[in-house]
Structures are given as C-alpha cells and as structure tokens.
C-alpha cells in the first residue's frame, strides 16, 4: 500500500501513538501533530486536522513542524502523536484491519486491496490510521472528521466517548 501519511492514530493516514491511558472521559487529550514534510500539502492540511480534532472540544493540539530537531522528552506531555508528517512504509505488523477498498486502475488505482483504515495495539500504546483524506476539501467531510476524533480518542483512552451525530455537517 502506498502510505499517504499517518496520524498514528493519518492525516491521509492518522496513526496514533499513546503517551499514557489513565485519562478520564471527560478531560481534555493533548495532540501534538508532527508536520512540517509531506507529499501532499500539509501547509494546509495540518491545521485542518487541527481543526478537526478541536472542534470535538475532547482535545487541545500542537503543532510540531521541526520533526527532526526534537528531542524524546518533548513527547511526555501528550496523549496522542498524531503524523501528518511523511511516513512512508507498509501496514505495522499486528494491525487489525477495519476497512479496505480496491482502486479501479481506470482511476489511476492499483487494482489491488488497499488496507485504509486499522487499528494497532503493542507495548501498552494504541495506534490508529486512516489513508483517507488527502486534502482539505476530503478532510471536510463529516465522515472523516468523525474518524479522525473518534480514532485519536481511542488511541489515548482506548475508548471513545464522542458520538459520531456531534460531528456538524457542513
């Protein structure tokens, strides 16, 4: 599969990391999204994540755009890693996949199943990604915004508590 990116929990792909799951319900999960290197425009694409992701009221978002300058510590306080930067590669050993599709090669498709949406679980963090939603008009849709929110959340918590009907319709 080509990845388009991951949100460990993917912008393109949300792929989300946990930084610890003894939050409550109600209290608000910290996102840092790394950005900054993309193959698609994630000038425009990371705030609209960001904007996603706060519009729940569930979580407050940063945005690191120097990746690669970052030191370990500087991931303690989150919740959730969330990628909109370039992680190309294959699924993650172990992922649990909820959703593929097949690109019909007229379309410029591969032909071939595509695993789109999938969970992971591996030394006590969770992960989440979703290969959907390569540009702001996509990340508009409710349907993606909901996956987006309810993913991250159960990424941190490994529940979800936000109804996908509180996602507005635009």
């Known amino acids: 599969m080509t990845c388009i990116s991951r949100i460990f929990l993917g912008f393109t ?22 950005s900054g290197a993309n193959n698609h425009d994630c000038k425009t694409t990371t705030p609209a994540i960001k904007a996603a992701l706060e519009e729940s009221g569930r979580f407050v978002v940063d945005i690191e755009d120097h990746v690669m300058d970052m030191k370990p510590e500087a991931f303690a306080p989150y919740a959730v890693i969330l990628s909109n930067f370039n992680t190309f590669g294959t699924d993650a050993p172990g992922a649990k996949v909820l959703a593929s599709v097949t690109p019909d090669p007229a379309s410029h498709g591969s032909g071939k199943p595509e695993n789109i949406l999938f969970t992971t679980e591996t030394g006590g963090g969770r992960g989440f990604a979703i290969f959907l939603g390569h540009d702001v008009v996509s990340m508009k849709n409710p349907a993606w915004r909901s996956l987006l929110q309810r993913g991250t959340e159960w990424a941190s918590t490994g529940m979800t508590t936000i109804a996908s009907s509180s996602i507005p319709v635009r």
């Open 13 to 34: 792909a949300v792929l989300g990391l946990v930084a610890g799951s003894a939050l409550g319900a109600d209290a608000m999960l910290r996102v840092l999204i790394l």
